[in-house]
């Protein structure tokens, strides 16, 4: 019997030995030039919105210029303990690396790791960077990457196939950016976001593929000055904002730019979604659609505003669509207590006669309810 223990004991150590020497998660440091730094600019549109004050860098004495953390994983993960290795592994380098000014997390491409769900928590000093390098596709779904409370974060020249919710979350977040990425489902995915915003401020997202079967992007309540372009879009829903007033519940979205997007085989050219029946304290302002160009399944526009506060300052400008072939029952644009503005070329052309033009004494009492709200 303890013989038996024994060679347990061995076998652990050696998984843990194994771990330690065989899964490469590279920790390189910038030197930090804090004389020469620059403070970061805003978004445009964002001056009024108060950024956040910058976390305290931690106590460390003189950062040093470079420095280094490897662990190793050879073993296939197979059982708890090994995998409770690799999560401690990851883990230890992420809060090693929080405490290095211009860090990189690099996890190797030549492997692929089983962690479960992983919270890489802050606050950490500024120019963290996690940077997995692999061209390879999970067998398994991944989990959705969630960033919550976070600042200044930028996405970029990444891949995310099959998620089985949201692909990518920003939650409670403020100067976000997002480039270059690649978000791929089949077009039957249910509550497959895309990209998901809530209650995240200042966003700019660029020059990106998305075909989730869900909202290509979806812009829901606590949202304002996000500017969305150079997007391909579908097969999926659209790049959408709301559903928004759930069970009265107070929704509040305001100044937002979506152009320059091509849209293929998604169920409108632009959405916003409100539960009109309980939407006694919805308020949504300054949404525009401009360049919007492709084809869709159900029908072009979908504006459906709350009965009792309208949606104001909405434009849709030079929006181009056709219905996409092998659907049929295609419906007209619909707009339910929505003002603004439309500017030719308007295809079809129900779509301009679509939004209430009388901008007046309307919008005067709206802005007045929306500052109640919000």
């Known amino acids: 019997m303890k013989r038996n223990k024994s060679i347990s004991h061995l076998f652990f150590i050696f998984v843990i030995m194994a771990a330690f020497t065989m899964f490469a998660i590279i920790v390189e440091a910038r030197k930090q030039h804090s004389k020469k730094s620059k403070p970061s600019k805003h978004l445009k549109g964002s001056a009024n919105i108060p950024g956040p004050a910058p976390a305290p860098l931690p106590h460390r004495g003189s950062y040093p210029t470079q420095s280094s953390i490897s662990i190793f994983c050879h073993l296939e993960p197979r059982v708890m303990e090994f995998l409770m290795i690799l999560r401690y592994a990851l883990l ?169 997007v091509s849209l293929q085989n998604t169920l409108a050219g632009a959405r916003i979604k409100t539960w009109q029946n309980q939407t006694e304290a919805v308020a949504i302002s300054g949404v525009r659609y401009d360049q919007i160009i492709g084809s869709y399944t159900v029908q072009p526009i979908y504006l459906a505003c709350s009965s009792n506060v309208p949606c104001i300052g909405v434009d849709l400008i030079n929006i181009q669509l056709k219905p996409s072939q092998g659907y049929t029952s295609f419906k007209q644009a619909f707009c339910w207590n929505s003002y603004g503005k439309s500017q030719a070329p308007l295809v079809p052309s129900s779509i301009d006669y679509c939004l209430r033009g009388d901008g007046g004494s309307v919008e005067r009492t709206s802005r007045s309810s929306h500052e109640h709200v919000c």
């Open 92 to 260: 230890s380098a992420w809060k090693a690396a929080c405490e290095v000014p211009g860090a990189t997390v690099e996890i190797p491409a030549e492997f692929k790791f089983l962690v479960k769900p992983i919270t890489l928590q802050g606050p950490c000093v500024p120019h963290l960077v996690l940077q997995k390098k692999s061209k390879h596709i999970p067998d398994m779904k991944p989990t959705a990457l969630r960033f919550y409370a976070s600042y200044n974060v930028t996405v970029r020249d990444n891949e995310i196939v099959n998620s089985p919710q949201c692909h990518l979350k920003f939650d409670n977040s403020k100067r976000i950016k997002v480039n270059n990425i690649t978000i791929s489902s089949p077009a039957n995915s249910p509550n497959t976001d895309g990209i998901h915003l809530q209650n995240t401020q200042d966003v700019e997202i660029q020059h990106s593929s998305v075909g989730s079967g869900d909202d290509c992007i979806s812009i829901q309540t606590g949202c304002s000055n996000i500017h969305v372009h150079h997007i391909n879009c579908g097969p999926g829903h659209v790049i959408s904002v709301g559903g928004l007033g759930k069970d009265k519940s107070v929704a509040c979205v305001s100044n937002i730019i979506v152009e320059k």
